[in-house]
C-alpha cells in the first residue's frame, strides 16, 4: 500500500503536535475535500438544501475530532468522537441522498 501525503501537516515536530498527526483527522480532511469538490456538481435547486448540509456534515467530522482531542477529560474527548462519528454517518446520507437522487453514479 502506497504512503499517502497529508493534504495538511501544521508545523513542529510529527508526533507531536497534536491532533493534526492522527490518521482518522487526515482521512476526514481527505473526506471534507471530496466531498466540496462533489458539491460544486450538484445542479443549482440543491444550493441551499443539499449542496449546504453535505458540506457542514463533512466540516462537522473534522470540527469534532479537533475539538475532541482539546478536552482534558477522556470522557469528554469521547462525547466529541461520537459526534463525529456521527457526522460521518450523516455525509455517508447524504452522498446516497445523491446517489438517489441520480447527482452521482
Same mark, same amino acid.
Given at each position: 500500500?502506497?504512503? $499517502?501525503?497529508?493534504?495538511?501537516?501544521?508545523?513542529?515536530?510529527?508526533?507531536? $503536535?497534536?491532533?493534526?498527526?492522527?490518521?482518522?483527522?487526515?482521512?476526514?480532511?481527505?473526506?471534507?475535500?471530496?466531498?466540496?469538490?462533489?458539491?460544486?456538481?450538484?445542479?443549482?435547486?440543491?444550493?441551499?438544501?443539499?449542496?449546504?448540509? #453535505?458540506?457542514?456534515?463533512?466540516?462537522? #467530522?473534522?470540527?469534532? #475530532?479537533?475539538?475532541?482531542?482539546? $478536552?482534558?477529560?477522556?470522557?469528554?474527548?469521547?462525547?466529541?468522537?461520537?459526534?463525529?462519528?456521527?457526522?460521518?454517518?450523516?455525509?455517508?446520507?447524504?452522498?446516497?441522498?445523491? $446517489?438517489?437522487?441520480?447527482? #452521482?453514479?
Amino acid at each position: 500500500m502506497s504512503e $499517502r501525503k497529508p493534504l495538511y501537516q501544521s508545523p513542529g515536530q510529527p508526533g507531536k $503536535r497534536g491532533f493534526e498527526d492522527l490518521e482518522c483527522y487526515q482521512l476526514a480532511l481527505e473526506v471534507m475535500a471530496k466531498i466540496h469538490t462533489f458539491s460544486k456538481t450538484l445542479p443549482p435547486d440543491e444550493k441551499f438544501d443539499l449542496y449546504s448540509q #453535505i458540506r457542514r456534515s463533512a466540516k462537522g #467530522i473534522t470540527g469534532n #475530532i479537533g475539538e475532541g482531542y482539546g $478536552r482534558y477529560h477522556y470522557l469528554d474527548s469521547l462525547r466529541f468522537y461520537s459526534i463525529a462519528r456521527g457526522e460521518l454517518n450523516e455525509t455517508l446520507a447524504r452522498l446516497i441522498d445523491a $446517489r438517489v437522487l441520480n447527482y #452521482i453514479d
